[in-house]
């Protein structure tokens, strides 16, 4: 569902931010929100047996959580350079990355299924 737009100039011809609920297939809810206003640099989860969050959860370095269990510590790293360092290596070993492409069609195809429901108002069915 897309948000109110608060700013009819700036959010013309994008959504100011949008909200969605993901359904797994064993009945398992994710409920997601984004915005390109509002601030959202986190992730909170909550299970039956216990929770985690993230906060900040994208930034480039200095993550840090906490979980039912305790802290969650993180070594601060550079992510796009650990992840072209992959795309080398495997290049020159000729092996396949963790990353692949798949992984970002994937995603696209979340993705799109968000505003497709958003635009639409009915919930879309996703194929494995």
């Known amino acids: 569902k897309e948000g109110n737009k608060t700013d ?10 949008i909200s969605w609920t993901f359904e797994m297939p064993d009945g398992i809810l994710a409920e997601g929100n984004t915005s390109y ?5 986190f992730i909170d989860a909550k299970t039956e047996k ?7 959860a994208f930034s ?15 070594k601060s790293t550079n ?8 795309f080398a290596l495997c290049v020159k070993q000729n092996e396949p990355t963790r990353v692949p492409g798949e ?8 993705l799109l299924s968000i505003y497709e429901a958003a635009k639409t108002a009915k919930r879309i069915v996703l194929k494995a």
């Open 37 to 41: 206003e509002t601030g959202m640099n």
């Open 8 to 17: 009819l100039h700036r959010f013309k011809e994008v959504e100011q931010s």
């Open 79 to 86: 992510q796009q350079a650990l992840q072209m360092d992959d």
């Open 50 to 56: 216990g929770s985690f969050e993230l906060k900040p």
């Open 103 to 110: 992984m970002g069609k994937r995603d696209i195809k979340l």
């Open 60 to 74: 480039y370095n200095n993550l840090q959580g906490k979980s039912t269990l305790g802290a969650l510590n993180f």
